[in-house]
């Protein structure tokens, strides 16, 4: 029979079948196997696979496999026929597996429900309570991992409505990565149900699209028109994070249906039913034993995590039967419960040569996702895995570990991971590599999708990472083809940018040569052409100045760049563009760096690198990868003064510094390595001497010194934790963690106990003195590690850094116990280090993914984060305010703490009130904060020192506020369309004085006071009507009067000199009040011919110009020398539309909050050609208001509750980034960051610089 044109393929049904038939076809072409695979550049294993029989081709290689069928000589037409035979093929194979009345480690689907058992009551009520949501909702299921959710959902729920149990309902199983969009279902069924919700919690989703697929899912529910019931699957571990979606905590609230335990009754259905229904049975015997080594009758029913292990162990029991009777001798080939799984996977891979264990073992890494607390499976697309891993595809999927469909590939269930050593040790191994490598597969699917957008590629930084990571551990074979497009086209794209520098470098060379040459000729004609010498010379001096222009720029584009990543080196960019050409955009940058988190930095040896301070914070060791420690004395209050001296420099001969630690008094240090541990006396700290060796056969991964005593716990590779008397020669004492490995160590700060923490969650206190143990949490088989401990200072408090990309914490008892908090998270990779202060008042963590976040320790609020370019391999708090951070890159960083912003609104900051010379500024702060917030104002700015002006019961505050001629009171919107006074001459004991409500029907938008703070103007959001308060006794305000503007009013100003207001309005139009009787006011002008809806108002303090700031940026200057008739004198703005405006106490300069990310400055000395200075985003949201505070200081707040500090002398601000730099950028990183660009650091050449 002839193959090849296809014909007699229809009778092939079995993978036997398929095989003859390709062998057939081989023996007609003549070819052998390997020249086959040659010539389709298929690999051999693969192609030899399809011929043996043992693989059939999967959807990722079609392809591939059509590649093969041309190399035999099949036309393209005929491997249409061909591929409709794998299908059938595929096919059979799955309706084979359907009969099995087991399913293994795979969930029950709807054609399953006769094998499904046990769960027989849930499904019951689940139906039930879907038969009571006639008018559409949101029903819940929650369970463990493992418990069996989806089979519940599918064998039960499903399979019940699809017999008619609902009547003609419809029903629809979705799950969030397959639908992203639950609204595109076309026909719409009566119920959804959406399986493995915390999918949405996952690296596929952000916090964006988790909250549409939310909205969307809810308006499903809620139409009218067909309201759906949605049933939801979440797993139990996801609940608590769940609960920070609106719509997930409200169906989480609503009596979900809670998946448990199952009891003995019910597993022993789950036992033996799918067998009898099959026409089997179990020996009641082999009943008992499975019984009694899952711990059934020991415990409170069957542990969910065990279930998915008793169906994996029953279909290997299953397949191994050789009569109708599972037997005890069939259960034991399979390994039992605890190996059964391990037993079948490494069946598999113990076919597999070397090469082709490492495809699998990459492929496994990819079907993991790392993001949360615990592993969870991936859904991997088919054209992300590619051909050459199908084979490894085909053999999981053969053995159940894995699952395929046409699109898809997954592992089966989540439990492989912690049943299978192989594949737990694997993702321990590759844990950073793995969250890097989901990263780059969403920046390359992103690149992909919107068309290969060169805006999609990576920044050269980024790039660079990526590169690093990718030269060890031949971590390039774990990228796919699409993978490595992205990164080779990034790194294009970066060349051709760099040979585009090159290019106009030499253009500009070649152009200042001709100069030169010009110059000569000039100057030997001088005699003749005086003229034109002085011209060329004029010429050539241009030319140097516009390289060197172009030159800043260059560098000020990076300085933006790094802003984000490294503002360190950001700010020193920006200095050095400054000093060369001192325009609008690098004003502005350098400004920005007073209102942004810059630390001081030493540069040390290139790895990673950690740090460490005694307890008053004195002494700071800093150790590297290339064994040496660095030794600052740290006995100044300036925080950089660190950076200015050389330290003392410690080598050591035991390869790289793993661990440190210094003794509270400054006066030992300890440095573990791979060998062992070796303590140095620091009493002369440039002189430091080794008094003690603690050899070891594993690594110190962690020391700790224990407070008031000359011992050490040292944390080791194993399950271990020692206790070292360093003083006296006896051996350690071992304090054992059973199945942790990697500990970590700390003592409580009195000495009284000690903590290790290591893999698996395991967790143990001991008494210090007896070595007693006082609480332990065992080892859990998760791949979840603790990596770090501190102890807050009052020995309450336990923090951990952990592989969960969270601080875990936990409150220790005077028994040593430990009781869990909610953990702090927000990181995109594992959590490396953490540190209290030494008040108790802050908590740090520094992480893999580059950050270091900072949080209020009482009240678990985030302070600040601070940004940088490597992994942060320890986090440590200093003198004076200071956190110490040191990375992988050598680098370690002083930053100040709490950071750039000031502390205090705790929502959206509308409006700052500030009376020049005046002791306070007021923050009015939206409806969702705690209330306004004021701060103690002086000459050299703001102390971030808040207090909030907390709301009467029953009021909430819009964010409109407004400060009295003289500081002394405080204005307050209420959303009841009334108003609160408080007395805030003292602004850290303000006192509630008076209010009145119901002044207008609904919210207060605007208030301003009169010059000498007797009356005040209240404006609604929008209505066109504006009431006058009577303020003479401030305990009981009384309305006066009202008047009406020409459309809405946005802001007003009072003169200082009369009774006088000028105030905006949506009419495109300034209007002019008199309120010399405030029972009557007399409109006496109106500012016409605005552009655009005025939105601001602002008077210079002499009341002589008005600036109106309108919708579409344009800031008009007014002379208001006579109130009554106004006059334009000149124009400027923004690129965006002006929200607020005010002067400086010198009416020279102009601020004005943006509807984007920035305050823009004006210089309006000659108000007839006003000029832009700044514009300052540091802030990084809209900013509402701006104000000048003093003669250098501006504070700006945003919509995101953010309120920053700027300086806006630049010559200051360049000095004191000078001051703090430490050291300045190298002549490689320069090299790195501005190829073709002269090496020009900035700030003063005495300046520490770094080593090369």
Request: with cysteine.
């Amino acid at each position: 029979m002839s193959w090849g044109a296809g014909r007699g393929l229809a009778s092939v049904e079995t993978r036997e079948d398929f095989a003859d038939a390709l062998r057939g076809l081989r023996q007609a072409s003549g070819f052998t196997v390997r020249a086959i695979a040659d010539s389709a550049d298929v690999r051999l294993a693969t192609v030899g696979g399809w011929f043996s029989g043992k693989h059939v081709p999967t959807p990722a290689n079609q392809d591939a496999f059509r590649r093969v069928l041309g190399a035999c000589g099949v036309t393209a037409d005929d491997a249409d026929a061909w591929w409709a035979a794998v299908m059938r093929v595929r096919r059979a194979t799955q309706r084979r597996a359907a009969a099995t009345p087991y399913r293994g480690l795979e969930a029950f689907s709807v054609g399953d429900s006769r094998w499904f058992h046990g769960r027989e009551e849930e499904t019951d009520a689940l139906l039930d309570r879907v038969r009571l949501l006639t008018g559409g909702g949101i029903l819940a299921v929650v369970g463990a991992s493992g418990a069996g959710k989806s089979s519940l959902l599918s064998a039960g729920l499903l399979a019940r409505i699809e017999r008619g149990d609902l009547g003609a309902r419809t029903a629809v199983r979705i799950t969030p990565s397959r639908l992203r969009n639950p609204t595109d279902l076309d026909p719409r069924p009566d119920i959804v149900v959406v399986d493995q919700a915390e999918e949405l919690w996952g690296e596929a989703f952000d916090a964006g699209e988790r909250r549409r697929y939310l909205d969307r899912l809810e308006g499903l529910t809620t139409d009218g028109r067909h309201p759906v019931v949605a049933v939801v699957a979440l797993r139990a571990d996801f609940y608590a994070v769940a609960l920070t979606e609106p719509i997930a905590a409200a169906a989480l609230a609503s009596d979900p249906l809670v998946v448990g335990p199952l009891d003995e009754q019910r597993v022993r259905r789950v036992i033996t039913a799918p067998a009898e229904t099959a026409g089997a049975r179990v020996d009641p015997a082999l009943v008992e034993v499975l019984l009694a080594e899952l711990g059934v009758r020991s415990q409170h029913g069957l542990s969910p995590s065990t279930l998915p292990l008793l169906s994996h162990v029953l279909l290997a029991t299953w397949e191994r039967a050789r009569t109708s009777t599972l037997s005890i001798a069939d259960y034991r080939q399979t390994g039992g419960i605890a190996g059964a799984v391990e037993h079948t996977a490494e069946a598999v891979l113990g076919t597999y040569d070397v090469d082709d264990r490492a495809v699998a073992e990459r492929l496994l890494l990819r079907l993991v996702d790392l993001d949360g607390p615990t592993v969870t499976r991936r859904l991997v697309p088919l054209s992300e895995v590619g051909a050459v891993a199908s084979e490894v595809v085909d053999d999981l999927t053969d053995a159940r570990l894995v699952t395929v469909d046409e699109q898809f590939v997954t592992i089966t269930h989540e439990s492989l991971v912690t049943t299978w050593p192989r594949f737990a040790e694997l993702i321990d191994a590759h844990r950073d590599w793995v969250v890097h490598h989901r990263t780059l597969t969403q920046y390359a699917h992103g690149w992909n999708e919107t068309g290969r957008d060169r805006g999609e590629l990576l920044s050269e930084t980024r790039s660079a990472l990526y590169e690093s990571l990718l030269s060890t551990g031949g971590r390039r074979e774990h990228l796919n083809a699409l993978e490595t497009e992205y990164l080779t086209e990034s790194a294009a794209e970066h060349h051709r940018a760099a040979d585009a520098r090159r290019r106009r470098a030499r253009v500009r060379a070649a152009l200042t040569s001709a100069l030169a040459v010009m110059t000569v000729l000039a100057v030997a004609a001088a005699t003749f052409a005086v003229s034109a010498r002085s011209r060329a010379v004029s010429e050539r001096n241009d030319a140097v100045e516009a390289r060197a222009i172009a030159d800043a720029r260059v560098v000020l584009a990076q300085s933006r760049r790094l802003r984000d990543q490294d503002p360190a080196l950001s700010a020193q960019l920006a200095v050095a563009a400054y000093e060369t050409d001192p325009s609008f955009d690098a004003r502005s940058a350098v400004l920005d760096t007073t209102a942004s988190a810059f630390p001081t930095r030493v540069v040390g040896s290139a790895g990673p690198t950690q740090s460490v301070l005694d307890e008053a914070g004195r002494v700071l060791a800093v150790g590297y990868s290339s064994g040496s420690v660095d030794l600052y004395s740290d006995d100044s209050d300036d925080a950089s003064a660190f950076a200015q001296a050389p330290p003392a420099r410690l080598s050591t001969d035991a390869g790289p510094v793993q661990s440190l630690a210094v003794d509270a008094a400054g006066t030992r240090l300890a440095i573990g390595s791979a060998t062992g541990v070796a303590v140095y006396d620091l009493a002369a700290l440039d002189r430091p001497r080794r008094v003690a060796t603690l050899p070891l056969d594993t690594t110190a991964q962690s020391i700790a010194f224990r407070p008031g005593g000359a011992e050490l716990a040292v944390g080791t590779a194993a399950s271990t934790v020692l206790r070292w008397a360093y003083e006296t020669p006896a051996s350690p004492t071992r304090l054992d963690l059973p199945g942790a490995g990697n500990t970590v160590v700390a003592y409580t700060p009195d000495g009284g106990r000690v903590l290790g923490a290591g893999n698996g969650r395991t967790l143990a206190v001991w008494d210090a003195v007896s070595g007693a143990p006082l609480f332990a949490v065992p080892f859990d088989g998760s791949t979840y590690r603790y990596l770090d401990l501190d102890v807050s200072p009052d020995g309450t408090t336990l923090a951990a850094g952990t592989t969960g990309r969270e601080v875990a914490r936990w409150t220790l008892g005077g028994d040593g116990a430990l009781t869990a908090l909610a953990p702090l998270g927000r990181f995109d990779s594992y959590v490396s280090s953490v540190a209290f202060d030494r008040t108790g008042q802050f908590l740090a963590a520094g992480s893999a993914d580059a950050s270091t976040v900072v949080w209020n320790a009482r009240t678990d609020d985030e302070v600040t984060e601070f940004p940088g370019p490597a992994i942060v391999g320890s986090v440590a708090f200093g003198r004076t305010g200071s956190l110490i951070t040191s990375d992988g890159s050598g680098t370690t960083r002083r930053w100040r703490v709490p950071g750039p912003e000031l502390p205090g609104p705790t929502s959206s900051v509308y409006t700052l009130a500030h009376r020049q010379g005046g002791p306070s500024v007021l923050a009015g702060v939206g409806v969702r904060g705690d209330g306004a917030v004021v701060w103690r104002a002086g000459t050299g700015g703001v102390e971030p020192t808040p207090t909030t002006l907390r709301p009467g019961p029953g009021v909430t505050y819009t964010g409109a506020s407004a400060l009295s001629g003289d500081s002394s009171t405080a204005a307050l919107g209420t959303t009841t369309g009334g108003v609160e006074l408080w007395d805030v001459s003292d602004p850290a004991r303000p006192a509630r004085l008076g209010a009145l409500d119901g002044v207008v029907p609904l919210l207060v938008g605007g208030l301003a006071f009169t010059a000498d703070g007797r009356h005040l103007l209240l404006s609604q959001q929008d209505a066109p009507d504006i009431a006058v308060l009577d303020l003479a006794d401030l305990t009981a305000p009384r309305a006066v009067s009202t008047f009406t503007v020409t459309g809405l009013p946005s802001l007003t100003v009072f003169r200082t000199d009369r009774a006088i207001a000028h105030v905006a309005t949506s009419a495109a139009a300034v209007e002019t009040w008199d309120l010399t009787d405030p029972g009557r006011p007399e409109r006496i002008g109106t500012l016409t011919g605005l552009p655009a809806g005025a939105n601001a108002v602002a008077l210079s303090a002499d009341d002589a110009v008005l600036a109106v700031g309108t919708a579409d940026g344009t800031v008009t200057l007014v002379d208001a020398t006579d109130p009554a008739e106004t006059r334009v004198l000149g124009r400027t703005g923004a690129d965006t539309e002006v929200y607020s405006l005010a002067f400086d106490a010198d009416g020279e300069r102009l601020v004005g909050g943006t509807s984007i990310d920035s305050a823009w400055i004006w210089d309006v000395r000659d108000p007839t050609t006003p000029r832009p200075y700044a514009a300052l985003s540091a802030i990084g949201e809209r900013v509402n208001d701006a104000v000048f505070v003093g003669a250098t200081s501006l504070l700006a707040g945003g919509a995101g509750g953010t309120v920053r500090q700027w300086t806006v002398d630049p010559e200051f601000a360049v000095e004191n980034l000078c001051s703090r730099a430490g050291a300045l950028v190298t002549e490689r990183e320069w090299a790195d960051l501005l190829p073709g660009v002269n090496y020009d650091p900035p700030c003063d050449e005495a300046a520490p610089r770094a080593p090369r």
